[in-house]
């Protein structure tokens, strides 16, 4: 009975191995377009390896305890709101950029509107238009165990911003 006993918990150990646990690797490919017009690709994403406990931001990895629940990532519009500078994809100011983080889009775009438009801005989420309310707005990516729960953008509207 005592050696039934044990086969079965060895059986149940092997079947919650390395198959149980929440490990995600979401690589992050985009695009940032300088005022000059020049393109340029960047790599921004998100990995969790829980057996050993590192979460990866873009080309940094991190010891922590368990998986975070969620990064901001900031986009903050220059004096003139003529340009934007976000960290995470460039050293410097940029006019736009397309980023595809898992099954998520985020896109950043100049465009001219009837209305008047905080830096003539739109800010794309998976096809939904958003804009600027003030000069910084944050990309908030929630995380679960399989990857990305959910993204939501902070610091915009969805009325372009002629309302007040």
Known sequence: MKFKLAALLSTCLLCISNNALADFNLNGKGTVTYPTGIEKPFNFGFAWQ?????????????????????????????????????????????????????????????????????????????????????????IVINFDESGIETIAIDGVTKNMGTKN
Request: aromatic share 14%.
């Open 50 to 138: 829980q057996q050993v406990g590192k979460f990866t931001i873009g080309d940094k990895s991190y010891n922590m305890s368990q998986l975070p629940n969620s990064y901001s990532v900031a986009i903050t519009l220059s004096k003139d709101d003529s340009q934007v500078w976000v960290q995470e994809f460039n050293n410097g100011f940029i006019k736009e950029f397309d980023w595809q983080i898992g099954k998520h889009k985020v896109s950043l775009k100049k465009q001219k509107f009837s209305d008047v438009v905080k830096g003539d801005y739109v800010i794309e989420l998976n096809g939904r238009s958003y804009f600027f309310t003030r000069n910084n707005a944050s």
